[in-house]
């Protein structure tokens, strides 16, 4: 009995396509190989299809890239610890940093995207808790989970550059010889700070946290038309 032969054309379907399988793809991709081979063709060659086929479900590159952060945002939780809501909403913003600081290509990424998914939005929710557990006023809550944010992103996009720069050390070290050098006459206050004004890396963070929390809760936003 003759043996039927199969068509070159059969081969097993392909998965059907859905926002939630393009950012998995993503993401995937993203651990493999970093986040500058996360491009719209990239994910499309994994999921064997067009790139044109992306675009039903997500916007462009740089859609997919911040939906690589927000499914990263997922372990991010408010500390269980007793502390008081000040220390855990720092807790809280520090969790989030350690996210960027892991990945250093989504610190630089995330000061000029704008996030919008769920696991962000349920960040945001949870330091919007903890404001309005600290008796902020809803006004003054809803900028300052921007400035908080905006704060902690760019002390991640600051360190990932550090981190990725060979002439950080030497250019951190140029600049401590410069004022510890300094002229007194020209430059008196420099001289009067000296390398203070390079100290405390560990504690600046938490400073600055406070910094913004204290001027949230005494200063009044101002009335707006919209």
């Known amino acids: 009995m003759a043996r039927q032969s199969r068509s070159r054309r059969e081969r097993p379907s392909k998965p059907a396509l859905s926002r939630e399988g393009v950012i998995a793809a993503a993401l995937s991709l993203f ?7 996360v491009t719209m063709r990239r994910v499309a060659a994994v999921l064997d299809t067009g790139p044109a086929s992306l675009y039903v479900y997500i916007s462009d590159t740089e859609d997919l890239h911040a939906e690589i952060l927000d499914a990263l945002l997922a372990d991010v939780a408010e ?3 007793p502390a008081d809501w000040r220390g855990r909403l720092k807790g809280t913003l520090r969790g989030y940093i350690a996210v960027l600081f892991e990945h250093p290509e989504l610190a630089r990424m995330a000061m000029s995207t704008m996030p919008s998914g769920a696991n962000y939005l349920a960040l945001v929710e949870k330091i919007l ?10 006004g003054q809550a809803a900028w300052a989970v921007d400035l908080l944010l905006l ?5 991640a996009a600051e360190k990932a550059a550090w981190k990725a720069s ?3 050390p030497s250019n951190f070290s140029a600049l401590a010889a410069i004022i510890e050098t300094a002229d007194v006459e020209t ?3 420099i001289v009067r700070h000296g390398t203070d ?3 405390g890396r560990g504690d600046r963070l ?5 910094v913004l929390i204290n001027g949230v809760l005494k200063t009044r936003r101002m009335e707006t038309k919209s």
Do not use: C, I
């Open 187 to 189: 430059l008196p206050n």
């Open 197 to 199: 004004l390079l100290s």
């Open 31 to 37: 651990h493999e190989e970093g986040l500058a081979k």
């Open 166 to 168: 060979a002439r950080s």
């Open 129 to 138: 808790a903890l404001l309005k557990e600290g008796g902020v006023p809803d």
């Open 79 to 81: 500390p269980s610890s």
């Open 206 to 210: 938490d400073w600055g946290f406070d």
């Open 151 to 155: 704060f902690a992103t760019a002390q």
